[in-house]
Every structure is written in C-alpha cells, then in structure tokens.
C-alpha cells in the first residue's frame, strides 16, 4: 500500500523523536511491502523563527493532501524562550490548535497500559499493578465545556461567571461511533462516562450513546458515572477497554490514566475526525530540558505511528509488529534514561529506534 504522511518534526525532542518513529516505519515497509511517502511541515516555534507565524496555510493544505500526519512535539522553554513574549496566537501552541481546527478532529485517542516490564514504575498498589491494564480514553474534543459561550459579570452587586456545557445530538454520535468502532478492534467494551444524575447535557449523551450501541451487538456497554470512573480507574483499571467520554471529563481521567500508567516517555496519542484520518503524537510535550543530547525516549511517538497504522491505515497485523518489538526491547532489559531500572541497559534515543527496527 502507498501512503503520504506529512511530518512535523517541531522543537526541542521532537525532530530526534520523530526520526526514530520514521526509522520504524521505513522497517515496517521494507518488511511488509509498503511505501510511505513523507513530506515536512513547520509548526510550533521552527514555523516561527522561519515563517513569522506558527503554522501557515500553506502548511495546513499540505496536512489536508495527507492520509495522516506524525507529530513530534512543539514549543520551548515557557520561562526563557522568546516565543513566549509573543501575543497568544503568536505562540508555538496556536500552531496545534490551528491544524486540531482545520483538520476537524474530535476525537482524541490516548492508550492507557502498563507494559509488563514497566510494572515496577507504576505508583498503584502491587496487587493491582499485577493485573495489569490496556484502556483507550475516547475524549470528545471540539464540543462540550470548553467551547460552550462564557462571560464573567456582575449580578446583583456579586462577580459571576458562567460557562456552557453544551452538546448536540450529532457530535454526540459522532463521537460514539468511533468509540465503538475502536472497541472493536479491541475487546469489544466500552465504558461510556457521564454525569446524568445531574446534567441534561449528560443524560443526552447517555440516550444517543444507547442508540449508537444497537449498530454494535457484539461490542459490550456500561455507563459509569464521572465520580465513580475517576475512582474505579485507580481501583481497578483492568476493567476498562474503551472509554468514552465528553471534553472535560476526558481532560482530566486520561491524564489520571497516564499518571496510572508511571511513564510519560511511552504514551501515545491520536486525534481522528470522521474518516480515516488522524493526527498522530506522543501525550508529552517537546522536554526542552534534554533536548539536542539523545537522551529522549523515542517509544510513544513510535507506538504513536503504530497507532497511524492500526486506525488511519488499517494496517493491524503492521502495527502489532511494532507493539510487539516495543515489549521484546523492553523484555531484553534496554531502557532510556527516563524508564530506567535496576539492572537494565540505558540506551540513547537513537540506539532505542535502532534496537525496536531490529525487531520488527
Ligand atoms: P514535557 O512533557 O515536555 O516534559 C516534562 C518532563 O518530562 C521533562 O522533565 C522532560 O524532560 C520529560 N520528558 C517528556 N518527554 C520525554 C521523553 N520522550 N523522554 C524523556 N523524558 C521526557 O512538558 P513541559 O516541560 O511542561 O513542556 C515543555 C514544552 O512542551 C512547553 O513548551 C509545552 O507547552 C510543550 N508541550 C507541547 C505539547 C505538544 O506538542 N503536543 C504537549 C505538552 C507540552
């Protein structure tokens, strides 16, 4: 199969990242007879310094005449660097909101799961570590609290604020749609949370999700309240397969799931709009701290292109050789500096690209 896939190497960590994520997939089309064809873009700081502007039109058309675009990361030092004394639009990370927009993606993707070998890093209790867990956060992405009207004004001598949770039937269903269609390719559950003890905007959600379902016999669904799920996600998070939830609750239980998880430097993370199309980019940021000196951990950008193939190309058998030589480098004890452990061999950002090719 032939596939364009524009890049966008970005700052800090992200040009040494993504050239280990392009490594693998050159790899993977060398074994399964594939072609990838890669074109560059700008965006965050770079877009900056040479373009006077995060991201330009030019760069978005090139994105849209894509079938999927890899991400680095972008942005740099928020104290020090200089993109920072600019107006906000101005700023690395307008870029990303600026393409999110464009290329109409509403749906976020972010794998939760503990690597075998990372059992040790994870900060739950050891029973439940020892079950180990593999969830999907499905988060509602352009809807929702944050995009709904708000003002700030004065009432009866009293500062009030008001924001807007809103939500419509479509996007609601939307965003069902590919919960359920992740689900399954996974193992066929979806746990879908809301708030519809209290919220009209939740017990919407909860009705269409319900319809949604009856397309999808084979595919299991609960609904979990938010309060219950935060909790359950600590308690026992082997029990979830999909999750599927609004903007807000989405923000905040996938960053508990990466926290769950132990590790920064292995999360991937996709944003999908309604066809095959994805932006694909590790949860982390551009770590400006270690960037330049290959100590960066490249394997949520290469689990990231893992998940491009799986969800925007359809390529699963692909994609489980690249998680599987994820997890052999992780058996045979190589760790970059941000994973390391007891016994275990340190490597280099590039080494780590070089030992996960090797496996495929
Ligand atoms: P960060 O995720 O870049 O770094 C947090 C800490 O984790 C740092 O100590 C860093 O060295 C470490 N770390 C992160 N990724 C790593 C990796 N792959 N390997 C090894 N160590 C890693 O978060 P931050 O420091 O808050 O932000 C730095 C910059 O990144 C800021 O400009 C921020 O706006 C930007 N950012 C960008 C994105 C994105 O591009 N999508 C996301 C988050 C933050």
Same mark, same amino acid.
């Given at each position: 199969?032939?596939? +364009?896939?524009?890049?966008?190497?970005?700052?800090?960590?992200?040009?040494?990242?993504?050239?280990?994520?392009?490594?693998? !997939?050159?790899?993977?089309?060398? +074994?399964?007879?594939? @072609?990838?064809?890669?074109?560059?873009? &700008?965006?965050?700081?770079? =877009?900056?310094? #040479?373009?006077?502007?995060?991201?330009?039109?030019?760069? /978005?058309?090139?994105?849209?005449?894509?079938?999927?675009?890899?991400?680095?990361?972008?942005?740099?030092?928020?104290?020090? =660097?200089?993109?920072?004394?600019?107006?906000?639009?101005?700023?690395? $990370?307008?870029?990303? &909101?600026?393409?999110?927009?464009?290329?109409?993606?509403?749906?976020?993707?972010?794998?939760?799961?503990?690597?075998?070998?990372?059992?040790?890093?994870?900060?739950?209790?050891?029973?439940?570590?020892?079950?180990?867990?593999?969830?999907?956060?499905?988060?509602?992405?352009?809807?929702?609290?944050?995009?709904?009207?708000?003002?700030? $004004?004065? /009432?009866?001598?009293?500062?009030?604020?008001?924001?807007?949770?809103?939500?419509?039937?479509?996007?609601?269903?939307?965003?069902?749609?590919?919960?359920?269609?992740?689900?399954?390719?996974?193992?066929?559950?979806?746990? @879908?949370?809301?708030?519809?003890?209290?919220?009209?905007?939740?017990?919407?959600?909860?009705?269409?999700?319900?319809?949604? #379902?009856?397309?999808?016999?084979?595919?299991? !669904?609960?609904?979990?309240?938010?309060?219950?799920?935060?909790?359950?996600?600590?308690?026992?998070?082997?029990?979830?397969?999909?999750?599927?939830?609004?903007?807000?609750?989405?923000?905040? &239980?996938?960053?508990?799931?990466?926290?769950? @998880?132990? *590790?920064?430097?292995?999360?991937? @993370?996709? =944003?999908?709009?309604?066809?095959?199309?994805?932006?694909?980019?590790?949860?982390?940021? *551009?770590?400006?701290?270690?960037?330049?000196?290959?100590?960066?951990?490249?394997?949520?950008?290469?689990? *990231?292109?893992?998940?491009? !193939?799986?969800? *925007?190309?359809?390529?699963?058998?692909?994609?489980?050789?690249?998680?599987?030589?994820?997890?052999?480098? !992780?058996?045979?004890?190589?760790?970059?500096?941000?994973? +390391?452990?007891?016994?275990?061999?340190?490597?280099?950002?590039?080494?780590?690209?070089?030992?996960?090719?090797?496996?495929?």
């Amino acid at each position: 199969m032939n596939k +364009k896939i524009t890049v966008i190497r970005g700052d800090g960590i992200g040009p040494e990242i993504v050239t280990e994520a392009i490594k693998v !997939l050159d790899k993977v089309c060398e +074994k399964f007879g594939h @072609s990838f064809e890669y074109t560059d873009i &700008l965006m965050g700081g770079c =877009s900056i310094d #040479a373009c006077g502007v995060p991201l330009t039109d030019e760069a /978005v058309a090139t994105a849209k005449a894509a079938d999927a675009v890899l991400l680095g990361a972008i942005g740099g030092n928020t104290s020090t =660097s200089p993109w920072y004394k600019l107006e906000p639009k101005l700023r690395p $990370e307008a870029g990303l &909101l600026k393409i999110r927009k464009e290329l109409g993606l509403f749906a976020n993707l972010r794998p939760a799961l503990l690597f075998d070998e990372l059992k040790d890093a994870c900060p739950l209790r050891a029973e439940i570590a020892e079950k180990g867990f593999d969830m999907m956060i499905m988060r509602e992405l352009t809807g929702g609290l944050y995009f709904g009207d708000r003002r700030t $004004e004065v /009432v009866d001598g009293l500062e009030t604020a008001v924001d807007t949770l809103i939500y419509n039937e479509n996007e609601i269903r939307r965003i069902a749609r590919k919960g359920f269609d992740i689900a399954m390719k996974r193992r066929k559950k979806v746990t @879908s949370v809301d708030k519809a003890n209290v919220l009209d905007s939740s017990r919407l959600w909860r009705k269409i999700v319900n319809e949604v #379902a009856k397309d999808y016999p084979e595919v299991e !669904l609960e609904h979990m309240l938010v309060d219950n799920a935060a909790m359950q996600l600590v308690r026992d998070p082997a029990q979830f397969d999909v999750v599927l939830t609004e903007n807000m609750f989405g923000d905040i &239980l996938s960053d508990e799931a990466a926290m769950v @998880s132990g *590790s920064l430097g292995m999360l991937a @993370s996709a =944003s999908l709009n309604d066809t095959k199309f994805g932006l694909y980019e590790p949860s982390h940021g *551009s770590a400006p701290d270690i960037a330049g000196q290959d100590k960066a951990n490249p394997l949520a950008t290469i689990l *990231s292109a893992a998940m491009m !193939l799986r969800y *925007s190309f359809d390529m699963d058998k692909e994609a489980d050789a690249v998680e599987a030589a994820v997890s052999t480098v !992780l058996k045979e004890g190589y760790r970059t500096g941000d994973i +390391k452990a007891e016994g275990c061999t340190v490597v280099g950002c590039r080494q780590m690209g070089d030992l996960i090719a090797s496996r495929i």
